[in-house]
T-cell receptor, first 114, second 114 residues
Framework: GESVGLHLPTLSVQEGDNSIINCAYSNSASDYFIWYKQESGKGPQFIIDIRSNMDKRQGQRVTVLLNKTVKHLSLQIAATQPGDSAVYFCAENRMDTGRRALTFGSGTRLQVQP | DTGVSQNPRHKITKRGQNVTFRCDPISEHNRLYWYRQTLGQGPEFLTYFQNEAQLEKSRLLSDRFSAERPKGSFSTLEIQRTEQGDSAMYLC????????????FGSGTQLSVL
């Protein structure tokens, strides 16, 4: 089937450590991926995106890695801060169906311990 | 505030009543999306518009759900004869036409059906 999923539902890290959130997808036709952060009571907030013709993209304190061979996506957050505590979603866009809307996974909760 | 605006933030209704939510997208964005999110899950795509045209509505959950964007600006989502299972967060998002579907979300309308 087609799915976007996550390996770990909850990730707890110490403040200052690096965080890695993983995501698996099963559809090789997916050509665009986004990571979103969602804080309680708010809508998802864009973090970083990557197209399938890339394997790495960096932003401010965040890096997304894409491994198309194993259909795996990860989000790395450097020097994790308490403000990073939230639920993180990966989302994919599949162009083969002609439907131009993101499909989201079920999310990983990141808890940053002071 | 130039982000996506949704009203109301919260709606409590009795089963069987009709409800309508409004979304004002970012002004220059051509595309507008509706998603539904239940607790612990990622957003689930419902429908989207390109300007005033509704290009995808097969994911609307039932014929009780309908959406409009009459002038290509704001949009409304209506749920008729609400059921307790309709209780969820309803999210609106918008994007530019050629943005690779980088969606910008509003804070959502939390619906509770009693």
């Amino acid at each position: 089937g087609e799915s976007v999923g996550l390996h770990l539902p909850t990730l707890s890290v110490q403040e200052g450590d690096n965080s890695i959130i993983n995501c698996a997808y099963s559809n090789s036709a997916s050509d665009y991926f986004i990571w979103y952060k969602q804080e309680s009571g708010k809508g998802p907030q864009f973090i970083i995106d990557i197209r399938s013709n890339m394997d790495k993209r960096q932003g401010q304190r965040v890096t997304v890695l894409l491994n198309k061979t194993v259909k795996h996506l990860s989000l790395q957050i450097a020097a994790t801060q308490p403000g990073d505590s939230a639920v993180y979603f990966c989302a994919e866009n599949r162009m083969d169906t002609g439907r131009r809307a993101l499909t989201f996974g079920s999310g990983t909760r990141l808890q940053v311990q002071p | 505030d130039t982000g996506v605006s949704q009203n109301p933030r919260h709606k409590i209704t009795k089963r069987g009543q009709n409800v309508t939510f409004r979304c004002d997208p970012i002004s220059e964005h051509n595309r507008l999306y509706w998603y539904r999110q239940t607790l612990g899950q990622g957003p689930e795509f419902l429908t989207y518009f390109q300007n005033e045209a509704q290009l995808e509505k097969s994911r609307l959950l039932s014929d009780r759900f309908s959406a409009e964007r009459p002038k290509g600006s704001f949009s409304t989502l209506e749920i008729q004869r609400t059921e307790q299972g309709d209780s969820a967060m309803y999210l609106c998002a918008s994007s530019l036409l050629d943005s690779n579907e980088k969606l910008f979300f509003g804070s959502g309308t939390q619906l509770s059906v009693l």
